[in-house]
């Protein structure tokens, strides 16, 4: 606990934490089973040594044609994951971007507008 104060945590989270952690590792072992049971808490375990992060040497013997292409089906995943918008919906958030923008350059017309007549006023019209 001591060491958690001088990180500048605070304490009774940490105590809490502890207790998580050790019943986790309690109920694992009642089991009796070889892998941890997932029960949904924000414990975490040490990563098999075969799911651990591939080393830069091991991804750098791709030749640039393969990052490339790599590269290219990476963006199609991603793509795929977008939830598109229906044409209604995107409609609509058109309108309202349209009607956003042409608020706020009201806003900044009538601004510019009333400071023009100000400094005018204040300086004086040279004509």
Do not use: Q
Request: proline content about 3%; cysteine-free; charged content about 30%.
């Amino acid at each position: 606990m001591a060491d958690s104060k001088r990180r500048g945590e605070d304490a009774g989270d940490d105590g809490l934490r502890d207790e998580v952690v050790d019943d986790v590792a309690a109920d694992d072992d009642a089991t009796g089973a070889d892998e941890p049971v997932s029960r949904g808490g924000t414990a975490t375990r040490e990563r098999a040594a075969d799911s651990r992060p591939k080393t830069r040497t091991e991804t750098d013997k791709v030749g640039l044609f393969g990052r490339i292409a790599r590269f290219f089906r990476e963006v199609v995943a991603e793509l795929r994951k977008v939830i598109w918008p229906t044409r209604k919906e995107l409609l609509t958030y058109t309108a309202v971007v349209v009607t956003f923008v042409a608020v706020v350059l009201t806003i900044v017309g009538l601004l510019d507008f009333a400071f023009a007549k100000g400094v005018l006023w204040v300086f004086g019209n040279p004509s």
